[in-house]
């Protein structure tokens, strides 16, 4: 369990959006994600004016109930669907602020957010330009050590070195003009994470990442090391399945249904690529490539 969350109005929070990144084939996890950020933080958002958008491609976000805070979909133009960089860099233009907290659509906080570590974390990073991002890792440190870990309220930092993930999909506190810089509009998610670390070592960017591993500021349902969805449906596990109906959230269990752990160990790499055609697997081959530079 976390320590609980400030609230009330924090200085400098106001230059901080929180994205949450998502598609339109994952509408359903919207409603239940959005649900547990108005539980576990929507105070804070609502006191220190922080923007939330949801970054997808055509769809709009109407929640059916009433939240704190008000979610600004951007959408892309056209109808033809965009790889999700071109249609993040899009977003990000849209956006003002100078920092933004970069989340998956099953990254559901589970715990009350630690708005004031954020101020401390945005505060440094205006004290120090080279910053580029923080990792918060500390809730898949604590998964994967359960007897070793402490819960702290003191920081514990350690700057990536160079062969560290410097994209990696965790929850991130990111400068925005670095991530600009970063992206590759041809580039999927997850070819971002994986080809934007490589060319992070490749170029030794001089920008620092640094990895939080305490405390837990963004506490968040990664069971198993894994995140709530796997593989395109939602892990079966009972810490998930009875956290959603403890705080009464909104899930639509039918729209991809349930996979077990023991499932998604079984799953090889044939069975990925069948999902592919050839044509998408050049594709994809010759993306990678490029991505390198």
């Not at 923007?51 to 055509?58: K, R």
């Not at 996979?259 to 993306?287: C, G, H, P, R």
Request: proline share 2%; with cysteine; aromatic share 16%.
């Amino acid at each position: 369990t976390c320590f609980t969350g400030s609230i009330g109005r924090i200085k400098g929070m106001n230059n901080l959006a929180i994205v949450m990144s998502s598609c339109d084939i994952y509408e359903d996890l919207w409603e239940p994600f959005f649900e547990c950020l108005d539980v576990f933080g929507g105070e804070g958002i609502e006191q220190n004016h922080i923007s939330v958008y949801l970054n997808t491609e055509h769809k709009e976000f109407v929640p059916k109930k009433k939240l704190k805070f008000t979610v600004k979909t951007i959408t892309q133009k056209g109808d033809k669907i965009l790889p999700w960089s071109k249609r993040f860099i899009d977003v990000l233009h849209h956006i003002s602020e100078d920092y933004i907290f970069l989340v998956l659509d099953d990254f559901f906080v589970c715990d009350y957010i630690q708005w004031d570590y954020f101020a401390r974390i945005l505060k440094r990073m205006n004290e120090d330009s080279s910053i580029a991002s923080f990792q918060m890792c500390g809730t898949r440190t604590r998964n994967s050590n359960p007897d070793t870990y402490k819960i702290t309220e003191e920081f514990e930092l350690d700057i990536m070195g160079k062969e560290g993930w410097k994209t990696h999909f965790v929850p991130t506190i990111w400068r925005k003009s670095v991530l600009l810089k970063w992206l590759r509009s041809w580039e999927s998610i997850w070819a971002f994470e994986e080809c934007g670390s490589k060319r992070a070592r490749r170029w030794n960017y001089p920008e620092k990442v640094y990895v939080v591993s305490a405390p837990l500021i963004y506490d968040y349902l990664w069971i198993k090391d894994c995140s709530a969805v796997i593989n395109g449906k939602w892990l079966a596990e009972k810490e998930l399945l009875e956290f959603f109906e403890r705080y009464k959230i909104n899930v639509d269990w039918t729209k991809r249904g349930k996979m077990t752990w023991e499932e998604y160990q079984a799953i090889t790499m044939k069975d990925v690529l069948k999902k592919y055609t050839v044509k998408q697997i050049i594709i994809k081959s010759f993306n990678r490539v490029r991505s390198f530079f």
